[in-house]
C-alpha cells in the first residue's frame, strides 16, 4: 500500500475548466507539497502546507489533516496548466510522493 | 544560481559502464536527497544525508549504487556495472527545516540517465 494516493491519474480538462486533483495520505506528516513537473522538465514545488489553504493566482491548495486528504485546484485552467502534479508528504526526516496526476489542458 | 544544481543533465552510456551523477544543494539547506523517477511514476527514494552523514538507504540502491557527501555540500550518486533497468531520471533535492518543523523540499531539474 502506498502511503499516498493520488486521484485520478490521468485528466483531461477544456480550456477554462475548473479542475480539482486529490491526494490521500496514511502516515503523520509534518508538511504537504503539491509539485508541478512538466514533460522532461524538473520538479517545482507549488505549495507547502501544514494547515488550511493556500492561494497562489490561480492555484489553491487546501489540507484536512484529520482527514489526511488535501486538494489542489486550479480555476480557469489553461493550456500551460499541462503538466503532471505531484502530491509528497513530509514526515520530518523522509518524504513520500504519490504517483502524480497527468493533467492535459485543451484550448 | 541559487537552486539546487545537478549534472549532467543527460547521460548515455553502455550497459557495464559506470556513471556518476553530481548534486549540488542550495548552500544553507543540511539535508540532502536522491530519487529516481521512471516514467508515469513518482519519484522512488534512494537514500539521504544530513550533513555528511548518510542516515538512510532505500532497498532500491543495490550493491552498484553508491553515494556520497563528503563535505557536507555537494553529493555523487554513482552507478556501477550499469544495466538497462538503471536507465531513468535520477533526481536530486534538498531541504532544511523550519523553527515550526515544516521540511521545506527543493529539487534540482535532474540527471537522464540512458543506458543502451
Known amino acids: 500500500k502506498n502511503e499516498v494516493e493520488q486521484s485520478p491519474q490521468n485528466l483531461t480538462a477544456q480550456e477554462g475548466e475548473f479542475i480539482t486533483i486529490n491526494c490521500s495520505y496514511s502516515v503523520g506528516i509534518s508538511a504537504l507539497h503539491w509539485l508541478q513537473q512538466h514533460p522532461g522538465g524538473g520538479i517545482v514545488s507549488l505549495f507547502m502546507l501544514s494547515s488550511g489553504k493556500k492561494k497562489h493566482g490561480r492555484l489553491i491548495a487546501t489540507i484536512n489533516i484529520q482527514e489526511k486528504h488535501s486538494s489542489l485546484h486550479i480555476t480557469a485552467s489553461h493550456p500551460r496548466d499541462s503538466a503532471v502534479y505531484i502530491c509528497a508528504v513530509g514526515t520530518g526526516n523522509q518524504f513520500y510522493f504519490g504517483t502524480g496526476t497527468s493533467l492535459t489542458v485543451i484550448p | 544560481d541559487t537552486g539546487v544544481s545537478q549534472n549532467p543533465r543527460h547521460k548515455i552510456t553502455k550497459r557495464g559502464q559506470n556513471v556518476t551523477f553530481r548534486c549540488d544543494p542550495i548552500s544553507e539547506h543540511n539535508r540532502l536527497y536522491w530519487y529516481r523517477q521512471t516514467l508515469g511514476q513518482g519519484p522512488e527514494f534512494l537514500t539521504y544525508f544530513q550533513n555528511e552523514a548518510q542516515l538512510e538507504k532505500s532497498r532500491l540502491l543495490s550493491d552498484r549504487f553508491s553515494a556520497e557527501r563528503p563535505k557536507g555540500s555537494f553529493s555523487t550518486l554513482e552507478i556501477q556495472r550499469t544495466e538497462q533497468g538503471d536507465s531513468a531520471m535520477y533526481l536530486c533535492?534538498?531541504?532544511?527545516?523550519?523553527?515550526?518543523?515544516?521540511?521545506?523540499?527543493?529539487f534540482g531539474a535532474g540527471s537522464r540517465l540512458t543506458v543502451l
Open positions: 533535492a534538498s531541504s532544511f527545516l523550519t523553527v515550526s518543523g515544516a521540511n521545506v523540499l527543493t
